[in-house]
């Protein structure tokens, strides 16, 4: 007996889109004539209507169940790597604790950071930091495909707080790291 609520929703949760189709098709409630202004629905309703209603459906629910799955946290070094991994950063080694080290192939040749790198690398770390992650320090060392060494260059934690404080922009934030970049 107490599970049938729970049922009764958890079932119109996951079929809303055939029951939001149906409800229109068939004008209960007279749901056609108030959504007579959404394209494609008649106000007397119909299979037609009711199709545009059911692909509304859908969207409205892959809306709301697509975005409540989503996690865009950065709270780990896991997270961390999963995230510069989906920004075509290739990581070959990150390891953290009192100091992060990341070690990461990077497409340039030559001795010329790519501050485009730099900026996923920052923004990402500043997004763990901001998680509550806490370190000393974060260093950074870019390889060529073959795993030379080019250069490397420290992030603080205090620029990255201050970054997500809004204290300093993205641009100084930036800023304060290039200046730290070294090439081998």
């Not at 749901?31 to 119909?46: H, Q, R, S, T």
């Not at 199709?51 to 799955?69: D, E, N, R």
Request: charged fraction near 20%.
């Amino acid at each position: 007996m107490g599970y049938g609520y729970f049922l009764g929703a958890l079932i119109s949760i996951l079929l809303f889109p055939v029951i939001l189709g149906v409800v229109v098709g068939k004008n209960y409630w007279s749901a056609a004539e108030k959504l007579a202004k959404v394209p494609g629905i008649d106000p007397n309703g119909g299979v037609k209507s009711g199709g545009i209603a059911l692909v509304f459906g859908f969207v409205i629910w892959s809306v709301v169940f697509g975005a409540a799955g989503e996690d865009d946290d950065i709270d780990s070094l896991d997270d961390l790597e999963s995230e510069l991994e989906q920004n075509d950063i290739h990581v070959s080694y990150l390891d953290g604790g009192d100091h992060v080290f990341l070690d990461y192939y990077s497409p340039t040749s030559t001795e010329q950071i790519d501050q485009e790198e730099v900026r996923i690398i920052a923004l990402s770390y500043a997004a763990l930091v901001d998680s509550g992650y806490e370190s000393e320090y974060f260093h950074v060392i870019f390889m060529d495909s073959q795993g030379s060494d080019l250069g490397g260059y420290t992030i603080f934690p205090d620029w990255a707080q201050d970054y997500n404080d809004g204290d300093i922009s993205e641009k100084e934030y930036l800023e304060l790291i290039l200046d730290m970049v070294s090439y081998d």
